[in-house]
């Protein structure tokens, strides 16, 4: 597009010097009014499409700031997310341990409390003994 304005420039500035189209000196034809109308419209068309172009590259320069930012973030989160991972698998090898430690401590628990309910069935036999003994009596 700037080539083409710059081109259309050049013509327009030939004619209103009064040089002719050809680009020689003399012998060429002159632009008409309605022609130089036209190339001056075409230039503003330019104009306008360099205008839009440079507004369209200024947001795409915000677009690409924004994905920057976000790849900076994505990349936070993913050392978040693997530091996270790593305490979820701390924490399940701890489980693991207290797991174990809990048998082992219901196991040596549980063998008292049979201990204790067998010491408390002879208990109550041997009452139950005395007292159908003294019924029978």
């Known amino acids: ?18 040089s002719s189209f050809s680009g020689g000196v003399g012998g060429g034809v002159e632009m008409t ?12 068309r330019d104009r306008e499409f360099d205008h839009e172009l440079d507004e369209l590259a200024g947001a795409l320069d915000d677009l690409h700031d924004i994905a920057e930012r976000q790849q900076e973030e994505v990349l936070r989160q993913n050392l978040m ?19 174990s ?11 008292g409390e049979k201990i204790c309910v067998d010491i408390m069935c002879i208990v109550l036999m041997v009452g139950l003994g005395a007292v159908l003994y003294r019924l029978i009596k």
Do not use: F, P
């Not at 259309?8 to 010097?17: H, Q």
């Not at 430690?101 to 063998?111: A, G, I």
């Open 33 to 44: 009014e309605n022609q130089a109308l036209r190339l001056q419209q075409i230039e503003k």
């Open 81 to 99: 997310i693997d530091n996270i991972g790593q305490r979820i698998e701390n924490v399940n090898e701890h489980l693991g341990n207290v797991n």
């Open 101 to 111: 430690k809990m048998k082992e401590t219901l196991k040596e628990v549980r063998s």
């Open 1 to 18: 597009m700037r080539v083409c304005s710059l081109i259309c420039s050049n013509i327009t500035n030939r004619y209103l010097a009064g």
